[in-house]
């Protein structure tokens, strides 16, 4: 397959984690292939070896939220959820990004999930409140 039709390849070889997700299926090491392909054609001798697992989810898409789509004066409740598996953080591990917070006066928690360029995973989760300015 031509270079540049692949967007993402994803190596998965910690075996706790492969014997968690695909079972048997994966105890050798399972690659993932994301392409900008919409249909991919491939060899009857190499379909052989590609199958779908079940279980595994697609990319989620989440609405975006516009500011603007709400009147100025009116307060902004729903749900919070930010998604955003694109963040890179620079040498030091550090990265900034920016989301709307609701108007709720609450305390939140932030859970961030990163993966390392070895494969690993680390999570840390912060709270944080929003108060009424006096």
Do not use: C, H
């Not at 075996?15 to 993932?32: D, Q, T």
Request: hydrophobic residues 35%; proline residues 6%; glycine residues 6%.
């Amino acid at each position: 397959m031509d270079m540049d039709y692949i967007e993402e390849v994803v190596l998965m070889y910690r075996p706790e984690n492969l014997r968690k997700k695909f079972k048997a299926i994966g105890r050798s090491g399972v690659v993932k292939i994301s392409t900008n392909l919409r249909d991919v054609k491939i060899s009857e001798k190499d379909a052989e070896n590609v199958f779908s697992i079940n279980g595994l989810q697609p990319k989620a898409a989440f609405p975006e939220f516009k500011p603007n789509d709400i009147p100025s004066q009116q307060p902004f409740f729903r749900p919070q959820l930010y998604w955003n598996p694109n963040i890179v953080t620079n040498e030091g591990g550090n990265a900034d990004f920016l989301f709307y917070q609701s108007d709720d006066v609450s305390t939140f928690n932030l859970q961030i999930v990163a993966q390392g360029t070895d494969g690993k995973f680390g999570t840390t989760t912060k709270s944080y409140s929003v108060r009424i300015k006096e």
